[in-house]
């Protein structure tokens, strides 16, 4: 039988590993890719289906080009399991994903998934979790034109989740 104080610590790791998480979704849903690169191991691997596999740096330099190009992008956590081992853990998020882009016949088209992340965690030296490994998996994906005027999205300076929310975890940029 696991301590009270080994238990404390297990899920303390795991809530680290759930924020984690959130961030990766905070940083695409708010064009943050300073955030985005201080989330992975300098290791680390990100498949993403068939949109790009290979070495997480990769992948964020193909993101910092994508994400200008999309007019809302949302990450919708929902289920999320957590298996710590020490520093290393293993989760399944399941996550329903939608984005809006230009079609490139002057029009807007939507792009809905549902979408499950197996990653592989790492505590790093400065002990903080990291993602060492991430293989995205689309259950469905679905696109089509977008038929509402959609909004625009915020400036940086002007979203309302960084100008009223003050906490240094609404603040854009690389997490120490």
């Given at each position: ?41 300098d ?71 549902a ?22 998996n ?11 005027p959609?909004?625009?999205?915020p ?22």
């Amino acid at each position: 039988m696991a301590s009270r104080d080994d238990a404390l610590s297990h899920l303390l790791d795991k809530e680290a590993i759930r924020e984690l998480v959130l961030l990766y979704a905070r940083g695409v849903d708010r064009n943050d890719i300073d955030l985005l690169r201080s989330l992975y191991t300098d290791d680390a691997v990100d498949n993403h289906a068939d949109t790009y596999r290979g070495p997480a740096a990769g992948f964020l330099d193909f993101m910092a080009r994508a994400m200008p190009r999309m007019l809302y992008s949302g990450h919708h956590i929902c289920n999320h399991l957590i298996a710590v081992d020490g520093d290393d853990a293993q989760g399944e998020v399941y996550c329903i994903g939608c984005d809006v882009q230009p079609d490139g016949a002057g029009g807007l088209r939507q792009h809905m998934m549902a979408v499950r992340y197996i990653d592989r965690y790492r505590r790093c030296t400065d002990g903080k979790w990291r993602f060492a490994h991430r293989e995205v998996n689309y259950d469905f994906r679905n696109l089509l034109p977008m038929t509402m005027p959609l909004s625009p999205r915020p400036a940086p300076q002007d979203d309302p989740s960084m100008t009223i929310l003050s906490d240094r975890l609404f603040a854009r940029g690389a997490r120490d």
